[in-house]
Nanobody, 122 residues
Framework: VQLQASGGGLVQAGGSLRLSCAAS????????MGWFRQAPGKEREFVAA???????TYADSGKGRFTISRDNIQNTVYLQMNSLKPDDTAVYYC?????????????????WGQGTLVTVSS
């Protein structure tokens, strides 16, 4: 599976962005998909994940502000981010795991996109 993330950019605090991750491969619907982020000097951290049936899991930092979703026809997973804060500034990566369940650690994922930069200004 190849993953291509897009949708990052510069936004003011309180604004919104929607990230997209397009996947190639016939078995996309069988994969759990996740979003992670990495800020400069920090470890890659979990943001959100969704399993094949649409059940989602969120990090506390994004609960109530972020929504992950997937379109198994379009082979795309989305991350809608609202009420963005400067602390959300990071490179965001989409990831895929050959499992039906969602994982919250980057070691649980098998495939990674190239990352898309999100910058939130104060």
């Amino acid at each position: 599976v190849q993953l291509q993330a897009s949708g990052g950019g510069l936004v003011q605090a309180g604004g919104s962005l929607r990230l997209s991750c397009a996947a190639s491969g016939r078995t996309f619907s069988n994969y759990a998909m996740g979003w992670f982020r990495q800020a400069p000097g920090k470890e890659r951290e979990f943001v959100a994940a969704v399993n094949w049936s649409g059940d989602s899991t969120y990090a506390d930092s994004g609960k109530g502000r972020f929504t992950i979703s997937r379109d198994n026809i379009q082979n795309t997973v989305y991350l809608q981010m609202n009420s963005l804060k400067p602390d959300d500034t990071a490179v965001y990566y989409c990831a895929g795991a050959r499992t039906y369940t969602t994982g919250t650690h980057y070691s649980q994922y098998d495939y990674w996109g190239q990352g898309t930069l999100v910058t939130v200004s104060s």
